[in-house]
């Protein structure tokens, strides 16, 4: 019988491959078993006890590890395949934040910049954030959207991270706090079953820098995780989700596995899971997929 925890390191394979050293000092760490190869050269897994009192934790594995650039996420073995995936979008999906592209065409790059900054460090209200950052938009044509879309680059891994887990039964989601102009193709591209954001006011192909609706901010973002769980009949431990700013803290907390994406220190300060190294990837290997597991051909 395995054991209850699993400790799964991966390194960035575009940068090197992953140290014996580091796996060495993790398994000391975790008092764990010998490592299993998910993926050579970039991830295996350590299956270990649970941890007690005085025991490494989370936080004290990556310090451990952090000189190496290896990312470490403990589970527990039981039910680490998960049954929906809900994702951010900006700066989790997209390598970049939207609005700040759209500010930077627009002239008001170092304005709009310092706000998104204070809102996803949790320092400004989320609706007040967006309100201030949608109104500079006003009176410039939609194609200004197509032109951010065209030049913001997909992060690492995503399409295989989607991809596979639909193949294996998933239900994904794109939600963001950011225009469902933009959740709407990117999850067509990338392939989510469903996507959700803030309706951008657009007559006649002007942006009016007005939003229709209720805003979409981080207790909607929750909401939805439940929702989508609830139709996919599983509970709330049968989730990933994954992002990286204030926003996304609620849905993170709530989710079976919540895994701060390169996110901002006040996130990393309150989500155990994370990855700081490595690409999207790494939330398949935390889920005990292997290599050949992957779907790459989509």
Known sequence: MSLPCVLTLVANRRHGTLPK????????????EPPVVLSE???????????????????????ALAPYKVD?????????????LVSDMDSTIFDGETLDDLAKAT????????????????????DESLRKRTIGLKGHPESLLKDVLEHLPFTDGIRELVQTMKANGARTALISGGFDWFTERA???????EHYGNQLEIRDG?????????ILGPDAKKEHLETICAERGVK????LTTGDGANDIPMLKAAGLGIAYHAKP??????????????????LFAQGYTAADIVTDK
């Open 107 to 126: 002239g008001t790059g170092d304005y709009v910049a310092e706000i998104t900054k204070r809102a996803m460090n949790g320092e400004m209200e989320f």
């Open 187 to 193: 999850a067509r591209k990338l392939g989510f079953d």
């Open 266 to 283: 006040n996130v990393r300060q309150v989500i155990e899971q994370q990855v700081n190294f490595t690409g999207m990837r790494t939330h």
């Open 72 to 84: 470490a996420i403990l589970t527990k073995t039981r039910g680490r395949r998960k049954a929906v």
């Open 236 to 239: 709330l431990s049968a989730s």
């Open 41 to 63: 050269g970039e991830a295996v897994d350590i299956f270990c006890p649970t941890p007690g009192p005085g025991d490494a934790t989370p936080a004290t594995i990556r310090a």
């Open 206 to 214: 002007i942006i009016t820098g007005q939003l229709i609706g209720k």
């Open 21 to 32: 050293e580091a796996i060495d000092i993790a398994r000391n760490l975790v008092k764990g």
